[in-house]
Nanobody
């Protein structure tokens, strides 16, 4: 069974840092773009950052300069380093990835993790 498992969320004070991790597991034959989204209470899920298999990164404007996305292709993992955290960064953070789960096929399927809570409060 293919799944994405996040870790690293928690409670942090404003100005603090957290590093989120996400690992893809199961019968996987390829990993394309990986990324992070977040959803605050009462809000829609929004894009945070993404990274292609070749390392090209994209960020939401509000996270540029504070968040850094990276990946380890051998571990099938993606990370989100979050610095200078603000209360408005409080949300459930979801890992997202395009994974190939069929050998010999070219199609990638989109998967979501279960989410990890990040709370920024004094």
């Amino acid at each position: 069974q293919v799944q994405l498992v996040e870790s690293g969320g928690g409670l942090v004070q404003p100005g603090g840092s957290l590093r989120l991790s996400c690992v893809a597991s199961g019968r996987i034959y390829g990993v394309n773009t990986m990324g992070w989204y977040r959803q605050a209470p009462g809000e829609v899920r929004e894009f945070v950052a993404s990274i292609s298999s070749g390392g090209t990164t994209n960020y939401a404007d509000s996270e540029k300069g504070r968040f850094t996305i990276s990946r380890d292709n051998l571990k099938r993992a993606v990370y989100l380093q979050m610095n200078s955290l603000k209360p408005e960064d409080t949300a459930v953070y979801y890992c997202n990835a395009d994974l190939k789960n069929e050998p010999g096929r070219t199609r990638y399927y989109n998967y979501w993790g279960q989410g990890t809570q990040v709370t920024v409060t004094s």
